[in-house]
């Protein structure tokens, strides 16, 4: 889907341009062409960022055909930027999804490339229809504001992982199983993808609130400035989140350990205070030799009347032995 939004110098807006008018609008210093390229086929894209934007063949396959983490290159008339999108899924393997958005930045256009849809740039796209504003600030204006809904989409993610890494850890402590340590793997790996593409893009940020770009306006750098804030506090969230899975996991090993040895515990219990009854049967249980001299009283009534409360003792007594010396705690 190629879709196009423009504002005329008047102050006019037009939606939904035919490519064959991107070329006369171009002409037009004081207006702002905004082009959309969402899940189109590279042999669609090509010709237009090549004979109508004229952009760089080397831009071109880096945004056609390439992957790139976040990442700014000056070609003089105009900037080709690399963002990602993240996009939460805590029911899948792979629950951190990230998603490229290539970016050309012009005096009065801006071209956007992305393989699938974006809700950042769905919403930037829908405020621009509402409040004219945001396109009459020029197009490094609207730069910020496709940035800044990336990096709001960034920070709901964040809440959204914190949220599930605090359900993560009341699983641990009232029924922990090893589906909660796989979730715990999960979310580690999704926390330093994340902190993979927040690193980058902040150093983008900075670039385009530091250097001297001739497509940047001065009174637009504050505006990056303030998204490159943003990104610098996301940081720090990552690595406190990454340290409170790391604590969680922890947890879950000691309160899997502790269980063990509650079960170990409890078995080495039994095992005991059934080693005395164990002898006793197996002592008058053997029939491999005959005693040299009758023992009738052996089998008499009188000699299971005084075993059985013995072997019932025996264990009781052993137990209560056990518990006072602390053993059973």
């Known amino acids: 889907m190629i879709r196009s939004l423009y504002r005329t110098p008047e102050g006019h807006y037009r939606a939904g341009l035919r490519t064959e008018e991107f070329g006369d ?6 207006g702002l062409l905004w082009v959309d390229f969402q899940g189109e086929p590279p042999e669609s894209c090509e010709p237009i960022l090549r004979n109508t934007f004229r952009f760089h063949p080397l831009a071109i396959d880096d945004a056609l055909q390439e992957s790139h983490v976040p990442k700014v290159d000056d070609w003089g008339e105009y900037l080709y930027l690399v963002f990602h999108a993240l996009n939460f899924r805590p029911q899948s393997e792979n629950c951190l999804e990230t998603l490229e958005v290539d970016v050309f930045l012009g005096d009065n256009y801006i071209v956007t490339h992305h393989d699938r849809p974006i809700p950042a740039i769905d919403r930037t796209w829908e405020t621009c229809q509402r409040d004219e504003r945001h396109l009459r600030q020029g197009a490094d204006h609207l730069l910020y504001r496709l940035v800044d809904d990336l990096t709001t989409g960034y920070m709901a993610v964040a809440e959204s992982l914190d949220d599930a890494i605090d359900l993560a850890e009341d699983h641990i402590f009232s029924q922990p199983t090893p589906q909660t340590l796989q979730q715990l793997f999960t979310y580690k790996r999704s926390l330093l993808r994340m902190r993979q593409v927040i690193t980058p893009q902040r150093e983008v940020l900075n670039k385009l609130a530091r250097d001297d770009f001739a497509v940047v ?13 943003h990104l610098v506090r996301l940081h720090d969230i990552n690595e406190s989140m990454r340290d409170l899975v790391g604590g969680a996991m922890d947890t879950y ?31 008058f249980g053997m029939n ?27 264990p009781l007594g052993m137990y209560l032995w056990m518990r006072r010396r602390g053993w059973l705690r």
């Not at 306006?217 to 804030?229: A, I």
């Not at 009534?301 to 019932?312: E, H, K, N, R």
């Open 217 to 229: 306006g001065e009174d637009d750098r504050v505006f990056f400035r303030d998204v490159y804030d």
């Open 288 to 314: 491999f030799f005959e005693p040299a001299v009758r023992l009738p009283a052996w089998t008499s009534q009188a000699s299971f009347a005084i075993v059985l409360p013995l072997m019932i003792a025996l």
């Open 25 to 30: 609008v171009l002409q037009q210093e004081e």
């Open 253 to 283: 090993l000691s309160v899997i350990n502790n269980r063990m040895n509650d079960i170990i515990k409890i078995l080495t219990v039994i095992t005991t205070l059934f080693m005395p009854l164990s002898f006793i049967v197996g002592f």
